[in-house]
């Protein structure tokens, strides 16, 4: 599925609207160039899961932990990742395969140790369509 973003506001909707629908053990992997909205649309998935703690890209942290939502969120950072083999020093397995949500931004960069369900989102931008234009394309579970 394809949707089109003309704001960050409307990123963060559709963040949300997903986060509303999100079940315990999915995985989402979260793709695009810096600055296309990943942690916008990560925001509005945890407001979805009624997180109201602000959400902020965990980058040097790799791994922010929600827990007070309807689902805890794992959200995770992977960019400074340098090996797939570091994400077992902080139980990705646990999180991944655990009670809550795992959202990933960066995600393609640990892609051999994703569960199957993996459900792949793609934000892009295309500066011919405006400066705020978002393409989001999202693989779901097969």
Same mark, same amino acid.
């Given at each position: 599925m394809t949707? +089109?973003?003309?704001? +960050?506001?409307?990123?963060?909707?559709?963040g949300y609207k997903m986060g509303c629908c999100a079940s315990r053990g999915d995985v989402y992997s979260l793709d695009g160039e810096l600055g296309t909205g990943k942690t916008v649309f990560t925001a509005g998935f945890a407001k979805g899961l009624a997180i109201n703690t602000p959400v902020c890209s965990p980058t &040097?942290?790799?791994?922010?932990?929600?827990? +007070?939502?309807?689902?805890?969120?794992?959200?995770f950072d992977v960019y400074r990742i340098a090996d797939p083999d570091e994400m077992e020093e902080i139980g990705f397995? +646990?999180?991944? &395969?655990?009670?809550?949500?795992?959202?990933?931004e960066w995600g393609s960069m640990i892609e051999e140790i994703l569960p199957e369900n993996t459900i792949h989102i793609r934000i892009e931008k295309d500066l011919d369509r405006g400066f705020d234009y978002r393409l989001i394309t999202i693989d779901d579970k097969e």
């Amino acid at each position: 599925m394809t949707y +089109e973003s003309e704001s +960050e506001k409307e990123t963060y909707s559709l963040g949300y609207k997903m986060g509303c629908c999100a079940s315990r053990g999915d995985v989402y992997s979260l793709d695009g160039e810096l600055g296309t909205g990943k942690t916008v649309f990560t925001a509005g998935f945890a407001k979805g899961l009624a997180i109201n703690t602000p959400v902020c890209s965990p980058t &040097f942290t790799i791994l922010q932990v929600y827990e +007070e939502g309807r689902l805890p969120l794992y959200h995770f950072d992977v960019y400074r990742i340098a090996d797939p083999d570091e994400m077992e020093e902080i139980g990705f397995d +646990e999180y991944a &395969f655990g009670d809550g949500v795992c959202l990933i931004e960066w995600g393609s960069m640990i892609e051999e140790i994703l569960p199957e369900n993996t459900i792949h989102i793609r934000i892009e931008k295309d500066l011919d369509r405006g400066f705020d234009y978002r393409l989001i394309t999202i693989d779901d579970k097969e």
